[in-house]
């Protein structure tokens, strides 16, 4: 039996949850409190670190305490604190690996530091028991990858952005456009009433053999548009954006078609091989389906996990730490363990932007 607190603070909300695993049974959500920050950022139309960082300071203490309360649960019969140590912003970092290593060192259990990505990267097994290995298509705010998942600890990244990450063009989109923040959801719900052909935007990367994903060009087509033919109409911002939504959803759609045939190549024995798409972006509908028809087409498996754990969450977070726990991949010294701005989940393949002082950012 292997029951974990996780702590989740890396960008705009405050989470604690606790997830057991009783020997063969399936793993279980004993709490999974979230709260969201959206309110206080909206006003700057995305996060600011200093704000962020602030109300996780306010808030993280009840968080924790209202998630074992759930669980019911008393620390003591906690086996281990998993906490987000990076990559994200690093004010919130602090403050959530902090308190998790206090309140480990107070109750002496161990502390396990987890990669944020690897949580997304393994919420697929916690939700639908997939085995290993499957690809992983990761596509929020901040990350826009490609990740062949071969076991716990072990990620190969095949693609990643060259440029924005998909959740951050949606963004940025929304705010030239007028719309309000988090912009995802405001562009797909302005897109329904869209004429998705109204505009030829391009469809970045699409036919290239480099495998990655590029979304600045489309960004700057989006903004010469809405420029030509300003002040927009309703009308015209919902034909924008539902001609952004299918360029992003044919670009994707032909990247990650080329990642399923080498995934056919190199995992030849799969019986079941499976896409697992993960991140707020994987909620657009119209990503969704263009995705479903492609990996029905391809005979894999598409996997989404639920919504409230496709965003960031603590309960994937303990999960990663209940992976970690039994397969004994931890840090006898995480007490020491600093956050990181920048991690990699994928250690080997050379980054592509941002390599610098604080290391790679893809």
Same mark, same amino acid.
């Given at each position: ?73 008393? !620390?003591?019969?906690?086996? @281990? &604190? $998993? *906490?987000? +140590? =990076?990559?994200? %912003? ?6 959530? !690996?902090?308190?998790?290593? @206090? &309140? $480990? *060192?107070? +109750? =002496?259990?161990? %502390? ?11 919420? @697929? ?238």
């Amino acid at each position: 039996m292997i029951r974990v607190l996780g702590i989740e603070t890396s960008c705009d909300e405050t989470a604690a949850s606790v997830v057991a695993l009783h020997g063969g049974a399936a793993p279980e959500i004993l709490s999974n409190i979230v709260l969201s920050q959206i309110e206080e950022h909206a006003a700057f139309g995305g996060v600011v670190p200093e704000i962020a960082a602030r109300a996780h300071v306010e808030a993280l203490d009840g968080i924790v305490e209202a998630a074992l309360a759930d669980s019911h649960l008393a !620390l003591d019969e906690i086996d @281990a &604190i $998993a *906490a987000t +140590a =990076g990559p994200g %912003l690093v004010g919130g970092l602090i403050v959530g !690996l902090m308190t998790a290593k @206090a &309140i $480990a *060192a107070a +109750a =002496g259990k161990p %502390l396990i530091a987890i990669n944020h990505l690897e949580g997304h990267a393994l919420t @697929a097994r916690l939700t639908d028991g997939l085995d290993f290995p499957y690809l992983l298509l990761l596509v929020s705010g901040g990350h826009t990858q490609i990740v062949a998942v071969r076991g716990v600890g072990d990620y190969q990244r095949w693609a990643t952005t060259i440029d924005d990450a998909l959740g951050e063009a949606f963004d940025k989109t929304a705010k030239m456009l007028g719309l309000p923040y988090p912009g995802g959801p405001n562009v797909e719900k302005a897109a329904a009433s869209g004429d998705a052909s109204r505009f030829a935007f391009p469809r970045p990367m699409k036919g290239s053999a480099q495998p990655d994903f590029s979304f600045s060009g489309l960004k700057t087509a989006v903004r010469k548009a809405a420029t030509a033919i300003a002040p927009l109409s309703d009308q015209d911002v919902a034909d924008i954006c539902a001609s952004f939504q299918a360029a992003v959803a044919d670009a994707l759609g032909d990247r990650v078609s080329r990642a399923l045939a080498r995934f056919r190549q190199e995992f030849p024995r799969t019986a079941r091989p499976a896409l697992v798409v993960a991140g707020g972006v994987a909620a657009n509908r119209t990503v969704k389906a263009t995705l479903e028809a492609l990996c029905s087409q391809a005979g894999f498996a598409f996997v989404a996990p639920p919504q409230k754990l496709c965003t960031d969450n603590a309960a994937m977070i303990a999960w990663a730490g209940v992976e970690r726990l039994r397969a004994g991949i931890i840090d006898e010294n995480g007490a020491d363990f600093v956050p990181r701005s920048r991690w990699p989940l994928d250690s080997v393949s050379a980054p592509l932007v941002g390599s610098g002082r604080r290391g790679a950012k893809a």
